[in-house]
Structures are given as C-alpha cells and as structure tokens.
C-alpha cells in the first residue's frame, strides 16, 4: 500500500503540483496498481527458460550503396522542392 506521504514525493520529484482531491486518487489508483503486480510474484516461473526475443526474427542489414544521380533525374527532384536556389533545395533557417 502506498502512502500520501510518498505520493507527495513522487509528485515533487517529478514536478508536480497536486491537489488533496489528486493525492488521495493517486493513493489510490498506485496502490491499486501495486497489489496488481504483486500478484504477478504469485505466478510460478521456474520451469520457464528466461528469453530476450520470442518471434525467431533478425535484423538484417545491407551495404549502403550510393547511386550517382544524372542532371535529368536531380533536375525531375529539385522540381518537387517548394524553393531551390543555387540547385540546392532551400529550407528554413532552424538555429
């Protein structure tokens, strides 16, 4: 069972101001979640092998090849971009 007192830490910890109506619905829905996964410490686990990935997939990867684009193909690209100047796509300055 959690308490107001660590509600109120938690809380503080994360920056949060609660009201008393907050807290005492924290008190509640936390300890409500604690008892919850406790419950899980009930389940009997130890003939189950511990595992880090179930679906048998990989990642794969491939080598990153580059493709020389021709003057037609980078023209058709520069034409898709809202402004262009000097043949380079032209953004918004972020900084």
Do not use: W
């Amino acid at each position: 069972m959690i308490t107001k007192k660590e509600v109120e830490d938690i809380a503080q910890l994360a920056r949060l101001g609660l009201s008393e109506q907050e807290k005492k619905k924290f008190t509640e829905e936390l300890s409500a979640i604690l008892v919850f996964v406790d419950k899980l410490n009930e389940v009997k686990v130890d003939k189950i092998e511990p595992t880090a990935q179930v679906t048998g997939l990989e990642n794969t990867t491939r080598e990153d090849k580059g493709k020389k684009k021709t003057k037609k193909e980078t023209d058709k690209l520069l034409d898709l971009a809202p402004e262009v100047e000097n043949r380079h796509v032209k953004v918004k300055a972020i900084l």
